[in-house]
Each structure stands twice: as C-alpha cells, then as structure tokens.
C-alpha cells in the first residue's frame, strides 16, 4: 500500500529536520527517511567529533608547551587516545539523541528508518513500502570520495568516517589529500603523538586559498613536525612486511611512504547514485550534484535539492542556508537566493582560517581591480600576548567602487574575527565604514579596521 504524505524529505542531514519542524508546523503531514543516524554527517561523522578532537589535541598541545608560558607541569603528559575519542563521541551522541527527541514529538511527521528510493515520479520505496508526497526533498548530503588508486585493494584506506572507532592511536598517518579534512586530522593526529605524512597532489596544501595563506598553513603543519609532501604524482599503494606503503613520485624527498595507517581525505561524493534519480528524471552534473536553481528547486516542479547533495555548498552552514531559503520561499513568501549569500567558512586547524567572499585570485578572474591590506599576526598584539604569532590576515577590496570583496584571517579566534568582514560585505558596505568602525583591544578583529585603512596594490605588500 501508498502512504500519502503533504511533503517527503529524503535525509535527516542539516536542513531535513528543521525543514520538518517548519512544514509540520504548517499543517503538513511529513515522512522523513533517514538510512542511517538522525543529524547526518556533521553530528555524527564531521564537524561535532573532529572539533571535540581539535580542542583535545589543543590541550595537548598547550600542556606540552605550557613551560614557555611559565607553567611548570610535573609529570610527562601523556594522551589517552580511547579517552579522547569517547569524550568526542559523547558530544556528538548528545546532540543526536537531543535531535531525535525533537522529531519524536513532532506533530504531523513520520519517520521513517530505511534506505529511500524513487520509485516514479514523485514515488520512494523504502524496504517494502512505497510513500508519495506532491513535495519532495532531497537532503541525501556526501560520502568521503574513494578514488581508484592503484594498490588500494592491497591497503586498508580509511576515511573520516572510520577514524572515529580506531581502537589506538596510529604510529604513522598517511594522509591523501590536503584539504579541510586532512589538514584538521593531520594536525590533532600529530597532537596526540602520530607520525603524520600529507601527500596532497596539487602544488599547495588548502589548494583553494591564495599561495600566502596555503604558505602559512604549511609553515604551521610542518612547524609541529607533519611531513609534507605536495606535487605528489602517481600515488599508489602497496604491502610491506612492516604495513602499508605508499609510493609517490613528487620533486622531491622519498619515492615511498611506510605508514601504519592510510587516510583517504579526497573530497566528496553525493549521495545520489543509489537513488534512483532516472525515475524522476531530476537532473544531476557529471558528478553526481543535483542540479538546482537560485531558489534551491530541481528541473522538475516539485523537488527541490538542498545541502551538500546540490553542489552550491559543503558545509553545515551553507545547508542550514538552504533549510532557510526553501523555508522562506515556500512558508513565509519570500523570495530568497542562495546567490544572496556571502560563501564563508572556517578551517580548523590551530590557528583556525576564517574566510568570507572572494579570495584575492579569484577577485582577479572574475575581472576586478583589486586592493589589498594585510597584516601578519607577530604584528596583532593580542596574536603576541597570547604566543601564537603564526598566520596573517587579508581584506581584498575592489579598488573602482570600494565594495569588500573578501577577506581571510589566519590567526587566533580567525574563524570568529572573520564575521566582522563577512557581516559588512553581506551589507553591501563599502570598505571605508569598516576603516571608521571601532573594535575592541586587545582582539585580533581589532586590526580588521586598520588593514581596511591601509589598502595597496597586491604587489605593493611584502611577500
Ligand atoms: C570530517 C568532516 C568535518 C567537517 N567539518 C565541518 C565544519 O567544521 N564546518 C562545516 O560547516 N562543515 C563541516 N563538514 C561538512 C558538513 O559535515 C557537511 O557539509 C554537512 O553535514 C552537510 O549536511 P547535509 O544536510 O547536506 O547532509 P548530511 O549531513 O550528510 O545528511 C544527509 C543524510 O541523508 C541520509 N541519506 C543519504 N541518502 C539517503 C537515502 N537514499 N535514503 C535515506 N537517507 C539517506 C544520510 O544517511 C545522512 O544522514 C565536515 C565534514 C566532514 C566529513
Ligand atoms: N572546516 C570545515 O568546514 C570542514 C572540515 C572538513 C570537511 N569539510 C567539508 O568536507 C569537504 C571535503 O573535504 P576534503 O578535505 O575531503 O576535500 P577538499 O576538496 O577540501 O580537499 C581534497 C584535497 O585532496 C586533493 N586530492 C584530490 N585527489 C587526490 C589524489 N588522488 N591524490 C592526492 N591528493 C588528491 C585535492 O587537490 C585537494 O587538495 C570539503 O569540501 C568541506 O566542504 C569542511
């Protein structure tokens, strides 16, 4: 038999459920389907237990170094790896079972356990059962991308996903990929007392930021004593007696890796492909995204794709943005886009990068003249104060009509600092009323008004 519902959300990630609570409250009947844990990967497998991890490995690292701030601390710090992994788990149980209570006494929805597929048009099948709604959303998010490396039958690769149930801690991560994910991993890994190689295939680590910034992200991984191998071609796998043993042809250092442990941190894949799309035929790229408009909605009336399964973000916060937007849009009359909003987000590695709008090269292909200001952090008193000096900050500004452009802040607190620029761009302020706006000493924002005063011609700055 057909349950017939008003709305079927496909994923309880970021944006189904509180596109649930919000239809809900509408008066609507709701089925969500969620295949495997309420709160998708952020809570489970992403950004809850990894940032549980960095603050562990953050306080390994300040006890470790706490005789520089003339802290004596008695006996060798040891870290108990099981310890840290159970607190990181704790948290991420914690706002799980707190989202499952939320739909549990949700009025109006059903949710359903089970692996979600079209069936028709605007028909799923989950297990046995088939449910049909006129509104359908997808909300299926991503999985760690395993591409085909030669040798990866003869390895056990892991992914972000299986870190979390190591029973101990690696003598030697290999990390593939020197992305968000691997930068945060590597980072706490080598806290909590791993060998750690990142073998990233572009010519920088955090390929998408401009080279000063991948430069002084690479001088911190390397300063707590991470190998760093970038340029990496021809990557493959193999056996020792010893463990596994990555091969790598780069410019420099040794052609072969021996590692404990291998981590494949190579981007994302949606989880599109066991969906059945071509029952609907809703349209998807090349790899896999779901292709939406400015509103969030499909080729099809009717079905709208939000978070990271659509392609226009990868965050939690970008599909939170897109709960709202579809939310607005539909409940409340609005008319929002998801071009209205300014990409932003953190990485973090110790010190966290915050970054909002364009990046200086990207400001340059999309064709602006630019102006740029720029600090490095031994040069922001509150960054000296607290001995954590490394990093830099940077507003891109476009040098014909003053709009902020964008912005980067490498350095303490930068993943919070950086809202003082992403707020003013997300108004449309030119870059002059952040020069006259007053912050707070001693922060490291503090100096966001200053570098706003102090613009010059990229190539006027300092390497
Ligand atoms: C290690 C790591 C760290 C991260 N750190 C951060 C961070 O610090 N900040 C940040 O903003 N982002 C971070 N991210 C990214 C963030 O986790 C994702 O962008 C976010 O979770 C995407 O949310 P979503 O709602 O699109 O999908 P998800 O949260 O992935 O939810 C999708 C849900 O759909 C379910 N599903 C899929 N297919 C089906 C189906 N056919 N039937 C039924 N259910 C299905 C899945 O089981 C899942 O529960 C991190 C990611 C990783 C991997
Ligand atoms: N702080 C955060 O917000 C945060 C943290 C973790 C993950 N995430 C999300 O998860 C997504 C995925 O992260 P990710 O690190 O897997 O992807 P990524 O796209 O950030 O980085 C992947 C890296 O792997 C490299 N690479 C690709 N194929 C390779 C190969 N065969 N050999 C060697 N290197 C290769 C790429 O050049 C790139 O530098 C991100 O896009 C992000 O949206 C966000």
Redesign the pocket.
């Known amino acids: 038999m057909t349950k017939t519902f008003d709305a079927i959300i496909i994923g309880a990630g970021q944006a189904g459920p509180p596109l649930a609570a919000r239809l809900t409250a509408a008066g609507q009947t709701v089925a969500l389907i969620e295949r495997e844990q309420v709160d998708g990967t952020c809570v489970n497998t992403g950004c809850t237990p990894t940032k549980a991890l960095v603050a562990s490995a953050k306080i390994a690292h300040s006890v470790a170094h706490a005789k520089e701030y003339g802290v004596s601390i008695g006996a060798t710090p040891e870290v108990d790896f099981n310890a840290v992994l159970r607190r990181a788990m704790a948290i991420s149980e914690k706002s799980r079972s707190s989202v499952e209570s939320w739909l549990d006494g949700m009025v109006g929805l059903t949710l359903v356990r089970g692996h979600a597929r079209f069936t028709g048009p605007k028909r799923i099948s989950v297990g046995g059962d088939s449910y049909e709604a006129d509104q359908i959303f997808l909300n299926v998010g991503a999985r760690a991308a395993i591409?085909d490396?030669p040798g990866l039958d003869q390895v056990e690769a892991l992914t972000n996903s299986d870190l979390f149930w190591l029973k101990e801690r690696p003598q030697h991560l290999a990390i593939?990929?020197?992305?968000?994910?691997?930068l945060?991993f590597a980072q706490m890994f080598r806290r909590f007392g791993s060998r750690v190689t990142i073998?990233?295939?572009?010519p920088h680590l955090a390929?998408k930021e401009d080279p000063e910034i991948s430069e002084a992200i690479r001088d911190v991984l390397e300063a707590e004593g991470i190998a760093v191998r970038t340029n990496?071609e021809c990557?493959h796998f193999s056996r020792s007696e010893t463990g596994p043993v990555v091969g790598v042809d780069c410019t420099t250092g040794e052609p072969e890796i021996a590692c404990s442990h291998i981590l494949l941190?190579?981007?994302?894949q949606p989880n599109t492909d066991d969906l059945g799309l071509e029952q609907t035929r809703v349209e998807s790229d090349k790899r896999g995204f779901v292709r939406v408009n400015d509103r969030l909605e499909t080729n099809i009336p009717g079905i709208w794709a939000l978070g990271d399964c659509n392609g226009k973000g990868?965050?939690t916060h970008t599909s939170y943005n897109d709960f709202e937007i579809v939310a607005s849009n539909l409940l409340d009359g609005g008319d929002r886009k998801v071009s209205d909003r300014v990409m932003s987000?953190?990485?973090?590695i110790d010190p966290p990068l915050g970054r909002t709008g364009l990046s200086e090269a990207q400001a340059l292909a999309n064709g602006h003249k630019v102006l740029i200001g720029k600090r490095p952090m031994t040069r922001v008193g509150r960054a000296v104060e607290k001995g954590e000096t490394q990093g830099l900050m940077k507003i891109v500004v476009d040098a014909e009509t003053r709009a902020i452009l964008g912005g980067a802040i490498f350095g303490p607190g930068g993943d919070e600092a950086i809202h003082s620029i992403l707020d003013m761009i997300q108004m449309g302020a030119k870059v002059d009323a952040l020069t006259n706006t007053m912050h707070i000493h001693p922060t490291v924002a503090e100096l966001v008004p200053t570098i706003a005063g102090e613009l010059a011609p990229a190539a006027m700055h300092e390497p």
């Open positions: 591409p490396i593939v990929g020197g992305g968000y994910i691997g945060e073998i990233e295939r572009g390929g990496a990557i941190a190579v981007g994302r990868a965050f987000y953190g990485l973090y």
